[in-house]
């Protein structure tokens, strides 16, 4: 006896709409290897329960700040995100072209085929503003005046 293909869509548990299986998470033990109810139900769901059960939903986040803080190291602020933002738009204005490498370190002058030249953002309010530098030079320019 040949065997049947698989359905090419499956009908939600909770909604019951009729939708195509990518619409469902992968759940190996459920029917077709993919869960019962839709990824938007699931979604609608998690948020329900995270808005009535918020301290068990930030529960998972105070543990892994825990792991970073035993490891010694410091969790994100605000700060680090505006920094992020930056070195993102930074990095994407070089694939697009915005933005070019400079050929010598602009402090020390030293030529980039002798050292590798880092991204520096004195501003990070202007990330298009970067200032292209030698390791030992960038390194000196985040190094902390001591009194």
């Not at 195509?20 to 290897?33: Q, W």
């Not at 998690?46 to 986040?61: H, I, K, L, M, S």
Request: with cysteine.
């Amino acid at each position: 006896m040949p065997r049947q293909p698989a359905p090419l869509t499956k009908r939600c548990s909770k909604c019951g709409v009729e939708k195509p299986l990518e619409k469902f998470r992968p759940n190996p033990r459920g029917r077709h290897g993919r869960s019962a109810d839709c990824r938007l139900c699931r979604a609608k769901y998690q948020r329900a329960w995270r808005r009535q059960n918020p301290e068990r939903a930030r529960e998972p986040c105070r543990r892994y700040r825990l792991r970073l803080a035993r490891r010694g190291i410091r969790p994100s602020t605000s700060c680090d995100k505006a920094k992020a933002a930056a070195r993102q738009i930074a990095r994407f204005a070089m694939v697009l072209s915005i933005l070019r490498r400079k050929n010598r370190c602009e402090k020390c002058g030293i030529e980039a085929r002798h050292a590798r030249l880092y991204k520096h953002h004195p501003d990070y309010n202007r990330p298009l503003d970067v200032v292209w530098l030698c390791g030992p030079c960038h390194g000196s320019m985040h190094q902390k005046v001591v009194d």
